[in-house]
């Protein structure tokens, strides 16, 4: 990161795992960064705490949700990266609100997971996975001839809300099945370049170059959306991360929209969540499932998480609900400290990966 001495510098990693995990790949970049002495502090998952002492010689923090309270904590610190990808969390928070450290995220290290665990569910539920396990449990050689009425993907359309890295994933996996592709993103994309993701990509995964959708919107108002959600789909992939335009971007309204168009035959739209559970007005969503009006769902996400027992979402109709984990894998750590790698070898005035446009919240 255009360091100009050769004087040794402090990386930080606070993560919630063991450090035995993280070895291999701590040692990787100790040999790419020699002039960075590495220390690692395994956090907990919810609420860390440390001693405000840790913070003074710290150049570069690797955080899953630790912070410093404060600047004045942390006089050297010029980079802090998020192993996650979305930071929703901590848009609050004096480190983001009130100092301009440049803030990267993970974004781009989930695509493979999540985009599997949106075809395995959707795969579970065109096959009726839960009733031939039911069969199976049973001892009973059910009836081949009820599955008469089941579609395949091929053909299918597939609206994707959010075209980042795990929607072109998702695109790329999509269109391998035979399925019609329309993507959806806040701003227009109508150029080759303007559609052209810039940032971090699993290589040989995705679709970088935005040539899979048939067809392109954009909006950041109900006649956009809602132009979208009318374009015949027969299933709609939620990617969009959460900020405060995009909170409660879907309800009563727009699951109604979405249903008046899907194809005929299908028996309503089917509708994955795997943004943030406040991206939806989940009492409308249980409603929809429980009337009808969507056909069925797979949510990795939740309001609040963890989900309460006795939340009625455990219970909505044809509902598969998952915690939050489509976008863990082996090799999750391994990509987050690919994108930490990459950043501490830029050049002073060159962009870092996946940097945080603070005033959009991503």
């Excluded at 795997?274 to 056909?295: E, F, N, S, Y």
Aim: hydrophobic share 40%; with cysteine; net charge negative.
């Amino acid at each position: 990161m255009g360091d100009k001495d050769d004087s040794e510098k402090h990386l930080l990693l606070a993560l919630p795992v063991a450090e035995a995990a993280m070895q291999q790949h701590i040692n990787k970049l100790r040999q790419a960064h020699p002039i960075y002495r590495i220390t690692f502090i395994q956090t907990p998952m919810i609420k860390p705490t440390v001693d405000d002492g840790i913070w003074t010689d710290v150049d570069i923090l690797v955080t899953h949700i630790l912070l410093p309270s404060s600047r004045a904590l942390c006089p050297r610190l010029r980079l802090i990266h998020f192993v996650s990808a979305g930071i929703d969390n901590h848009m609050s928070h004096p480190m983001i609100t009130s100092t301009d450290i440049p803030v990267t995220t993970s974004t781009g290290i989930h695509g493979p997971s999540m985009s599997e665990w949106f075809i395995s569910t959707l795969l579970a539920h065109s096959l009726r996975l839960q009733e031939l396990q039911t069969w199976h449990a049973n001892h009973s050689w059910g009836s081949s001839l009820s599955f008469l009425t089941r579609r395949t993907l091929l053909g299918r359309r597939l609206g994707i809300l959010g075209y980042g890295s795990i929607g072109r994933q998702t695109a790329r996996l999509a269109q391998a099945f035979g399925m019609d592709v329309l993507a959806f993103t806040a701003s227009p994309k109508t150029t080759p370049e303007s559609r052209r993701l810039s940032t971090y990509t699993i290589p040989g995964t995705g679709d970088v170059d935005g040539i899979l959708p048939s067809a392109w919107f954009s909006g950041t108002d109900k006649p956009g959306l809602h132009h979208f959600l009318s374009q015949n789909l027969d299933i709609l992939l939620i990617a969009v991360p959460l900020s405060p335009q995009t909170r409660h971007l879907l309800g009563k309204e727009e699951f109604e929209v979405l249903a008046k168009h899907s194809p005929p035959g299908n028996g309503g739209p089917f509708v994955s969540n795997i943004a943030r559970g406040d991206v939806v007005v989940q009492d409308d969503l249980i409603d929809a499932l429980d009337r009808g009006v969507i056909q069925a769902a797979a949510l990795d996400v939740a309001d609040p998480e963890p989900l309460p027992s006795d939340s009625r979402l455990w219970d909505a109709k044809n509902c598969l609900v998952t915690p939050h984990m489509s976008g863990i894998h082996a090799d999750y750590f391994k990509y987050v400290l690919d994108i930490v790698n990459a950043n501490l070898g830029k050049k002073d005035g060159e962009k870092l990966v996946n940097l945080l446009e603070r005033g959009r919240g991503y």
